[in-house]
């Protein structure tokens, strides 16, 4: 049994209002099913908030993903989830960390830094190539944070 407000978020959908990196997580990694709302009335004193119960079975098996890189895809797209994707991605504190990323990433693997293309320009090539540019976080369902991840591990850019 949760506070309403929070139940509602752990089922959010894309598009809803209260749809936030929390329903995403909650979302990829198990099933959520609304059971039922429990009204004030039903406990002594009445509390000041509604609440419902939740199910919530895991997924079995889990998705085989990274849960800190999913979660650090996630709270970039999220920092503002109203903005597009690409406004998220410009900051230089993001741009600085998948630098950073990158460049550790090809350190440990002998590989080659690129030198001729910034990462402002790699990360807003990934953006198009996945046609998620231009999209909202609020808007964006699993899968489309599942391939705007996979499309930034082909480039060897991890948030992690």
């Not at 079995?60 to 849960?67: E, H, K």
Request: hydrophobic share 40%.
């Amino acid at each position: 049994m949760f506070q309403r407000e929070f139940a509602l978020r752990l089922i959010a959908r894309p598009g809803d209002a209260l749809y936030c990196r929390l329903s995403v997580n909650v979302q990829m990694w198990a099933h959520v099913q609304h059971i039922m709302k429990v009204g004030r009335n039903n406990f002594r004193p009445p509390p000041q908030v509604e609440s419902s119960v939740v199910r919530i079975t895991p997924k079995v098996p889990p998705p085989p993903i990274n849960f800190e890189e999913w979660d650090g895809l996630l709270r970039i797209c999220f920092s503002r989830k109203n903005k597009t994707l690409s406004a998220s991605f410009k900051p230089s504190s993001v741009v600085g960390l998948l630098q950073r990323n990158y460049q550790t990433y090809c350190a440990q693997n002998s590989l080659l830094v690129e030198d001729t293309v910034s990462m402002k320009e790699k990360i807003q090539k990934v953006l198009e190539e996945t046609g998620l540019a231009e999209e909202r976080a609020a808007k964006c369902s699993e899968g489309d944070f599942l391939k705007l991840l996979q499309a930034f591990r082909e480039e060897n850019i991890f948030f992690c």
